[in-house]
């Protein structure tokens, strides 16, 4: 058994894991785990989105100068387990590199333009 999972699941994926490897059930063979674009560690994370959208020019040195201060205050709320500030600020916080509507680049691959609100993929392949 493989388990997956993406974003959240770096949280529970992991746990699930090690709880079937403890369970030492003969019936479960887990061969292994994967985890797309976990969302782990919150800390460690938000500090990282102003570098990475520096460095790939999808915001001026000054906008990350600020997303720096913002994420700053994310991670002071999230040592003081301030959960208003850590659910909303912050998400506000990263949502000022994608502007509200259409946003420059597609969040999912930075290499490639929006061309739809939401998921920035077209649907007409959808059924």
Not at 45 to 53: G, L
Not at 54 to 69: I, K, M, R
């Amino acid at each position: 058994m493989y388990l997956t999972g993406e974003s959240f699941a770096g949280h529970y994926i992991p746990n699930i894991a090690r709880r079937l490897q403890l369970a030492e059930d003969p019936w479960i063979n887990l061969a292994g785990l994967a985890i797309g674009n976990g969302w782990v560690d919150p800390f460690y994370q938000y500090p990282e989105y102003p570098k990475f959208a520096a460095e790939h020019n999808l915001v001026s040195s000054g906008h990350a100068l600020v997303l720096n201060f913002g994420y700053s205050i994310c991670q002071f709320a999230l040592i003081f387990h301030v959960p208003i500030i850590t659910s909303t600020y912050c998400s506000m916080v990263g949502m000022t590199v994608v502007s509200p509507g259409l946003p420059a680049f597609n969040i999912y691959d930075i290499r490639k333009p929006c061309v739809r609100m939401g998921l920035c993929y077209p649907d007409d392949h959808l059924w």
